[in-house]
C-alpha cells in the first residue's frame, strides 16, 4: 500500500535525489519555503518548517515525514540554524507527535561528528585500509554549528519517540554528488551518497520498521570509515554504489 | 592563586550551594537576571545570558566561568529552554571563548538522560544492589524539552572545547537538596547530591586540568545508577555524603 509522505525541504537536493527516483512509489505531500519551478509528484504546501499552523495542517492525513528542511550551509551562522534547524526541527516532531504520524526520518548530518576528524587521525581515516568506524552510537562531536543544530535534532528524535512513541530515524548524511563521487577530494568519497543510493536509503525509512535508529547515509565506498552495518540491519539498506568504483555505475 | 570565576545564574539553587562554601575560595564576578537580595561575595552584574553585549561584558578578565543560568524547570516549554537554555548557552560559551576564557564548567541535568529510566529497569535500578550504571558515555535520551536543551549545551560545549580550545566539563547534576536527601523518594536518592558535595565538585571544575568531560553530579549514594569513577579520575571528586548515612552527615 502506498504511503502517504510529507516531505519538508523538497526543493533542495537530497529532496530532489529523492524525488528523481521515488516520485510514483508514494503519495507526496512536498512543502518548501520555495514555490516549486518544475513538475512535481503530489501536492506542494509553500511554508516554512517554524510555521507552527502551516506545519500542523500539513501533516494532516500523513504516515510517514521526510524531514529536510533547514539551513544546509555547514558555515550557517547560529541564529539561523537555531531558528532553522533546532526550532524547526521541534515544530515538525510535535506537529508529528501530535497528528500520529508513525515514522519520522530526519536528515541529521555527517557534520554532527566532524570533530573526529582530528588531526592525529586524518588523512589516513580517509584511506581504504584505515579501520576507524563510526557507528552512530558514539557521542555527538561537530565540527561547526550546523552540525550541532543536527546533534539537536537527533536529541529532539530520541525524546518525541522515548515519550511520544514516534519512530525515528536519523540519517547522518554524507557528501551527496551527483552522477560521480568528489573528485581529488578522499574525504568526500570516503562519505559519498549517490543519488540512487539517498532515494533507496530514505525509501527503507519510510518502509522499514524502527523504533529510533541513528545511521550514516553513505554509499558501500572502501574509503568509508562511517558503518553501514545498522542501516543494513534496521532498515534493509542495500547501497549499489561505492566511491572507488564509480566508472561501473554509470547511473549513480 | 584565586581564580577569577563568573558565575552565571548565581541567585538559583545551584548558585547558593557554590557560594556558601565558596565564597572566600575564588574572586566571584556574579550575575543573575535578578538583583541580589543579599550579601554577596566579589561583583554582581544584573543581566540576562541571551543578552551578548552584557555577557562580553562580564567576561573579561575571566579565567573559569561557572554557567548555571537557564530555565530549571523539568516541565518548562519548548520556547523558553531553546531561548534561555540553548540559546544563552551558545552566546555564554561564544563570549567565553571570544574573551580567552580557559575552563566553563556547564550545569547539564539528569534529565538529559532522564529516559533511560524505562519501564523495564524501574524501579529496580534506584536500588542499592541493581548494578545498572549510566557513566557519561552514552548517548542523550532526554525525558523532557528541558533536558533536550540540556543535551544541546553538551553538544555546543564539545564543539567549543574541539574548534576553541576551551576546556568544557558538563556536569549533569542529579536532585541537589540542602541537609538530608529526598524522603520516601528512591529516585531522588539514588541521584542526590548534598550542598557541600555540590560546592566541592565545582571547586574541582575550576581547579582541575581537563579537555571535554561529561560527569554526573551525584553524592557517593549507595542507591547511585550514575557512575562517579570520572568525576573522580579527572576532577579529583571526592564526595562526603552517601543518602544512605545521611544522618551521619548533619552539614551535608
Request: a negative charge.
Amino acid at each position: 500500500m502506498a504511503q502517504s509522505v510529507l516531505l519538508t525541504g523538497a526543493a533542495g537536493r537530497v529532496g530532489q535525489a529523492v524525488l528523481g527516483d521515488l516520485a510514483d512509489e508514494h503519495e507526496w505531500r512536498l512543502m518548501d519555503r520555495d514555490p516549486p519551478t518544475d513538475d512535481h509528484p503530489g501536492e506542494f504546501v509553500v511554508g516554512d518548517v517554524t510555521d507552527e499552523k502551516t506545519v500542523r495542517e500539513a501533516m494532516e492525513g500523513i504516515d510517514v515525514v521526510i524531514h529536510l528542511a533547514g539551513d544546509p550551509r555547514p558555515e550557517a551562522p547560529w541564529d539561523s540554524v537555531l531558528t532553522n534547524n533546532i526550532d524547526g526541527t521541534q515544530t515538525v516532531l510535535e506537529a508529528a507527535a501530535n497528528a500520529g504520524v508513525e515514522k519520522v526520518a530526519f536528515a541529521s548530518s555527517n557534520h554532527a561528528v566532524g570533530a573526529y576528524e582530528t588531526e592525529d587521525r586524518t588523512p589516513e581515516m580517509y584511506q581504504p585500509h584505515d579501520d576507524y568506524l563510526l557507528d552512530g552510537t558514539e557521542l555527538p562531536r561537530p565540527g561547526n554549528l550546523y552540525g550541532v543544530s543536527k546533534a539537536a535534532g537527533e536529541s529532539l528524535g530520541r525524546y518525541y519517540h522515548d515519550e511520544h512513541g514516534l519512530s525515528v530515524v536519523c540519517v547522518r548524511i554524507g557528501n551527496l554528488t551527483q552522477g560521480h563521487p568528489p573528485i581529488d577530494y578522499e574525504r568526500g568519497q570516503a562519505m559519498w551518497l549517490s543519488y540512487r543510493d539517498c532515494a533507496h536509503l530514505f525509501d527503507r525509512c519510510i518502509r522499514a520498521e524502527y523504533d529510533y535508529e541513528i545511521v550514516y547515509g553513505i554509499s558501500d565506498n572502501d574509503r568509508k570509515y562511517y558503518s553501514i552495518d545498522r542501516a543494513r540491519e534496521v532498515l534493509g539498506y542495500e547501497p549499489r554504489d561505492n566511491s572507488a568504483h564509480h566508472d561501473d555505475d554509470p547511473s549513480a
